[in-house]
């Protein structure tokens, strides 16, 4: 009894320490004051109003989803095959491979920003959003290569071998029996590295520039000169987006059967 | 689905992974039909074996017959063979029904065939109403069972298993022994099982064939193995084989064999007194009494309960012995006590070391 209490306390007071920083954010942005207040002073919708007319956030929300949406299909194409073939029997190099595309996620991330910053100089690069998409792809794949590798540990052992006793040549298994088996795997991967290029403002900060611009660095760049309500305005609209996605993928796949490892035997 | 298919036969095969030697020319001929188990501890080549007739493991040289054809070079897709994994191996993001459907889509089968044929199948290995089920919510019994359904749907020329009931607890292993068995006389198919439960091999198989570091050591029907294990080796490891050895040394009565300094066995009628020969005998052929005076006595070290009998480890002076006896036998017979051994020569074989 006392120790389910005890349990219950400190989940509620994990909840209220993680809500608390949202709840503030989402109250300040509703303020009339000019400045974040909580409780918010009066209620008003004038800093969502004047977030509809910065032309330039939302310019930064859709170059944000765009380079969101392009890392994940990048980071994806080039992990999944990736941890499919690392997880093939030892060949010669293998364990230099694996150490060399996971690197990014040892590496500084800040190291990893100035090495391309200093890249794209050397190479005159004049393609902005690719840059921004490049370097977000080579921060993510070690993430696809963890889920994915980890989904394809927990398969049976020789459901290929067992394929290609039924007839099927390694086309067909790869597609209809490999590639489904991770699929739980590899969506969640797509979701880590969707969150992560989304969110994502060290590596942004080196590549962005005034033609691509991410939201994450428009906002810090905004709250360099002020910080009025209208920051959290924004905050709010990206709370929302990403609780709407939470409750689609919830919806369409069902969270925890994603998270809660649905290829297990 | 009754039908008599191809035999099989594999002709001097040797495979070597680097310098391991898994399997050091390997003869041997199923016939069409017929159910024959692999058997011998791990590390022998059993397995190499069955991955090698399933074209999984490529032998250096030698020839694999399927029916009538070399399938040496054939890749495993075209060599029609329905194989079951220890780990079943099942596919886990398709349901019973499309796991069995598998090899008959890879075949061109259409649709409704496909199902109709899956479901004949399924119903064959006694699983009916778990056909929408994923792997993950069946049991392992009935996991084995879709292992089955989708080895046997495809009528594979050969059908191979790999250690299928090991993973099963011991009761529903019994039961799939007998199934499995019914359901292969049924098919006709003939069968390859690699095990390393000799009791399995025993229950099941037409012919055993029993290996040791990459050779095979006899083959046989279970009965005659058990009776008349071909060399030493053998005798100990299928059963509850005694070997005994020592000088021969012939007298009046005949050649016998000395096994202890006052203890010598007359040699079974007709066996050759030659040298590196020992005496096999069965535990459950050995008798025990008080022992009379100068005669080798035995230590009784521990007593085994099996249920139906005791075993009874004993020592001398020329090696340790094992005898089966009815509990109320061996109870005359404490640890500790000291006995003499009675053999029958009628019950011995000499065999080689």
């Not at chain 1, 005159?124 to 794949?141: C, E």
């Not at chain 1, 290609?164 to 390694?170: K, P």
């Not at chain 1, 609780?243 to 796949?253: P, Q």
């Not at chain 2, 009784?300 to 009998?309: E, I, K, S, T």
Request: aromatic letters at 8%; a neutral charge; hydrophobic letters at 50%.
């Amino acid at each position: 009894m006392i120790e389910s209490r005890i349990v219950s306390v400190i989940a509620w007071g994990v909840v209220v320490f993680l809500m608390a920083p949202l709840i503030v954010v989402i109250g300040g942005s509703f303020t009339e004051s000019a400045y974040v207040a909580f409780p918010p002073q009066g209620f008003s919708l004038k800093w969502y109003v004047q977030l509809l007319e910065r032309k330039d956030f939302f310019t930064s929300f859709k170059e944000s989803l765009v380079i969101g949406v392009a890392a994940t299909l990048g980071a994806v194409g080039l992990g999944v095959p990736a941890a499919i073939g690392l997880s093939r029997g030892p060949f010669w190099g293998r364990g230099f491979l694996k150490a060399f595309v996971m690197s990014p996620i040892v590496l500084p991330t800040v190291i990893t920003g100035i090495a391309l910053l200093q890249f794209y100089r050397m190479i005159d690069s004049a393609l902005p959003l690719t840059q921004i998409v490049i370097g977000h792809i080579v921060i993510t794949v070690p993430y696809i290569l963890r889920t994915v590798g980890a989904g394809l540990q927990l398969l049976p052992p020789n459901i290929e071998e067992a394929a290609e006793s039924l007839g099927a040549g390694r086309i067909r298994t790869l597609l209809k029996v490999t590639l489904p088996s991770i699929a739980p795997s590899v969506l969640v991967g797509t979701i880590f590295v969707f969150i992560i290029s989304f969110d994502q403002v060290t590596i942004s900060i080196f590549l962005s520039s005034a033609d691509a611009m991410p939201l994450p660095i428009r906002i810090y760049s905004y709250i360099e000169f002020a910080i009025d309500p209208m920051v959290a305005a924004v905050s709010t609209v990206l709370i929302l987006f990403s609780y709407l996605l939470v409750v689609v993928l919830e919806r369409a796949f069902g969270l925890d059967r994603v998270f809660g490892g649905g290829t297990g035997r | 689905m009754i039908t008599a298919r191809g035999g099989l036969e594999l002709k001097d095969v040797h495979l070597r992974y680097g310098d391991a030697h898994a399997l050091r020319g390997i003869s041997l001929r199923v016939d069409p039909g017929e159910f024959v188990a692999l058997l011998g501890p791990s590390g022998c080549g059993k397995t190499t074996l069955l991955r090698s007739v399933a074209g999984f493991a490529h032998p250096q040289s030698g020839h694999i017959y399927i029916g009538s054809k070399d399938v040496v070079s054939v890749p495993p897709r075209e060599r029609n063979i329905g194989l079951v994994f220890q780990s079943y191996a099942l596919f886990p993001h398709l349901t019973a029904l499309e796991n069995v459907c598998f090899g008959l889509e890879t075949r061109g089968v259409n649709v409704a065939a496909a199902r109709s044929r899956a479901n004949a199948a399924l119903e064959l290995v006694g699983l009916t109403g778990f056909h929408g089920r994923r792997p993950i919510q069946l049991s392992g019994g009935q996991q084995q069972r879709v292992a089955l359904a989708r080895a046997i749907v495809i009528e594979p020329d050969i059908l191979l298993l790999d250690e299928p009931l090991a993973a099963l607890d011991r009761q529903l292993r019994v039961q799939m022994q007998t199934e499995l068995k019914s359901l292969q006389r049924k098919l006709g198919v003939t069968t390859v099982f690699v095990t390393h439960d000799q009791e399995e091999a025993l229950a099941m198989a037409d012919r055993i064939v029993v290996m040791r570091d990459g050779r095979i050591e006899q083959v046989a029907p279970p009965m005659q193995l058990f009776a008349e294990p071909s060399n030493a080796w053998v005798g100990e490891f299928v059963g509850a084989g005694n070997i005994l050895s020592g000088e021969i040394v012939v007298d009046d009565l005949g050649p016998t064999i000395m096994v202890a300094p006052n203890w010598r066995i007359r040699l079974p009628n007709g066996a050759k007194p030659d040298a590196g020969k020992a005496l096999f005998v069965r535990a459950e052929k050995i008798g025990l009494r008080a022992p009379l005076d100068g005669e080798c006595t035995l230590r009784v070290l521990a007593h085994r309960f099996l249920g139906v009998h005791i075993e009874v480890h004993l020592d001398f002076s020329g090696g340790t012995l094992r005898a089966l006896l009815p509990p109320e036998k061996a109870a005359l017979y404490p640890p500790n006590s000291h006995v003499a051994a009675v053999i029958d020569p009628g019950d011995c074989r000499l065999l080689t070391r």
